[in-house]
């Protein structure tokens, strides 16, 4: 009688698992079926589970390892990889889906936001993980094809992209805020320096700092690539330039604009009143915050770093 050979089998989602000791190939058939709950009579192929080599001659089972384990699948079921998220920290969690013969490929092929889809599928609360880029990714996600891959109805996926994309203006504002008192800083800084050597000429000029050394600037429009990419935005582009970015563009007005970004006069017109808006908001920011100074700095000085701090804020025109 042949020895009895441990194994394990596993059904196709990989949820199922179990051990069986088995001497023979058809009786890891009928016991896998037993335990994963298929019928009897269904024509089952019997696969290794890390690479999918099919399994049908009992003489290569027999030379196989112990505890090798085993994938039953049945119908058209395709044997697929376990896909890693997060980095390789969990294992994706797949659905029991019947694949047609040309699915195979759609599936390897699969946009880039489908695996984000699946990882919030499995736990929404990794959005808090994800970095910029991924949000992003899924908030320009098509909303129906998002609501398909994550099981909703299409009106909570675009509730969903709402909340993503708050998400991402909240770190927006972060941001700006941090240019912000860093600006505030650096003026007070140079204010400190003015009172200390004030007859020495002061180096360089502004617009020496607009474009820091060995950042690329395109040579038709003047702006640097990562500035075009954000101007062309589809959501709210003002909210994510810099101070000094603004000011140059609400200074090149609407003409240049046009001839910059490749648009009509209308949608240039409304972009450069959001920037504007933009532009002054931030400036009464500034003035708030130098109104707080001015009460801490003697008379002396106050005129002078209240110059300071509006001249860096708004560059020159």
Excluded at 127 to 155: N, W, Y
Excluded at 165 to 177: A, G, Y
Excluded at 203 to 209: L, P, S, V
Excluded at 294 to 311: A, F, I, L, M, Y
Aim: hydrophobic share 35%.
């Amino acid at each position: 009688m042949t020895d009895r050979k441990p194994c394990k089998v596993c059904n196709f989602t990989r949820q199922k698992s179990y051990g069986l000791v088995v001497p023979s190939l058809e009786e890891l058939k009928v016991k896998g079926c037993e335990f994963l709950g298929f019928s009897p009579t269904d024509q089952v192929t019997v696969v290794l589970e890390d690479d999918g080599t099919i399994v049908a001659d009992q003489a290569y089972f027999l030379c196989l390892p112990l505890n090798t384990k085993f994938m039953l699948l049945h119908d058209e079921e395709r044997w697929s990889p376990v896909r890693k998220m997060d980095g390789g920290t969990a294992w994706m969690a797949r659905e029991s889906v019947v694949l047609e013969a040309d699915a195979v490929d759609a599936f390897s092929a699969a946009p880039p936001w489908f695996d984000l889809a699946q990882q919030l599928k499995q736990d929404l609360a990794s959005v808090i993980l994800m970095s910029e880029a991924d949000l992003q990714t899924l908030v320009d996600a098509p909303c129906p094809e998002l609501a398909s891959a994550l099981g909703f109805q299409e009106k909570r996926a675009e509730d969903l992209q709402q909340t993503l994309q708050r998400v991402l203006d909240r770190r927006e504002e972060e941001r700006q805020s941090k240019e912000l008192l860093q600006l505030y800083l650096k003026a007070a800084e140079n204010e400190d320096r003015r009172q200390e050597e004030p007859n020495q000429p002061s180096q360089g000029g502004d617009g020496d700092a607009d474009v820091p050394d060995g950042v690329e600037v395109d040579s038709a429009s003047g702006f640097m690539p990562r500035t075009l990419m954000v101007l062309k935005g589809k959501t709210s582009p003002e909210t994510r330039l810099s101070t000094e970015d603004l000011q140059v563009v609400v200074s090149r007005g609407v003409e240049a604009m046009e001839q910059v970004l490749g648009w009509d006069r209308t949608r240039t017109s409304t972009l450069l009143q959001a920037c504007n808006a933009e532009l002054t908001r931030r400036l009464q920011q500034v003035q708030a915050v130098q109104s707080i100074r001015s009460n801490t700095q003697p008379d002396g000085s106050q005129q002078s770093s209240e110059k300071s701090v509006e001249t860096s804020a708004q560059g020159s025109n």
